[in-house]
């Protein structure tokens, strides 16, 4: 349950043995063995296919289903990796390849008095048209992606990656300046 990132669809299908606390879920009556939460029950077919729909539901993998009388899988959290996979080396020019995103760009800030994040929207050159504030980036580039002020993929990754930095600086009190790197000091 550790990769949870409580999206609930777990609990939607079984509430009763997928409760959320604190933002994740929690498996009912379950116990931490092996950094693994475990629950061992038998169960009827109805309470089965709902438990099942919920382990395949979880968009992180995070729920397995073991029948305990063949200790084989139903539903694993295994990786299968296909023989024909395809590598591909990761390459990318910002000089050549950037392209502005046609509904404007923002400039990010982290407010260390605030503990917030703060994102400035331009949809003209340097015209600040809305501000979103948010502790965490999940909540902010939700809310731009809610509000319509980015169109591209590109800029939306790049949104989410300097999101997540600014949090990092935030909860780790280091400068965060847009578009540079964090410069992190191990005192080890």
């Known amino acids: 349950m550790h990769k949870c990132i409580g999206n609930m669809s777990c609990a939607m299908y079984s509430p009763e043995y997928f409760k959320i606390i604190d933002g994740k879920a929690k498996l009912v009556g379950s116990m931490l063995t092996d950094d693994k939460y475990l629950l061992s029950l038998r169960c009827d077919n109805l309470t089965e296919e709902r438990l099942i729909k919920s382990a395949e539901a ?10 305990i009388d063949t200790n084989t899988d139903i539903v694993s ?19 050549k390849e950037f392209v502005m995103d046609s509904k404007g760009y923002f400039l990010i800030k982290a407010d260390k008095e605030k503990k917030e994040i703060q994102v400035g929207f331009c949809g003209s050159r340097n015209k600040v048209e809305v501000i979103v504030r948010g502790k965490k980036p999940l909540e902010i580039y939700q809310t731009i992606i809610k509000q319509g002020l980015v169109t591209r993929l590109d800029h939306s990754a790049y949104l989410g990656r300097e999101l997540q930095k600014a949090y990092i600086a935030l909860e780790n009190n280091l400068e965060y300046i847009q578009d540079d790197e964090l410069e992190i000091i191990n005192f080890s």
């Open 58 to 67: 979880c968009p992180v993998n995070a729920i397995g289903i073991v029948d």
């Open 77 to 95: 959290t295994k990786l299968n990796v296909s023989d024909e996979h395809k590598e591909i080396i990761a390459e990318y020019d910002d000089l």
